[in-house]
């Protein structure tokens, strides 16, 4: 499942990770350490809601 950020849109594809920070692949949004942040805008992981795959 993607997760959307609420606050600029940004989507966190679990098959994609952010290995701009440091995040592989297939990592799962529940297993991102606590201190990740949207690379867009900073928001926390408290400020995504998931979204249904297209």
């Excluded at 991102?32 to 949207?38: A, I, M, Q």
């Amino acid at each position: 499942m993607k997760y959307q950020c609420l606050l600029c849109s940004y989507v966190y594809d679990p098959a994609l990770g952010d290995p701009d920070n440091g995040v592989k692949p297939g990592t799962a949004f529940e297993d991102l350490p606590d201190e990740w942040v949207c690379p867009e805008c900073g928001a926390g992981k408290d400020e995504f809601e998931p979204v249904e795959d297209e």
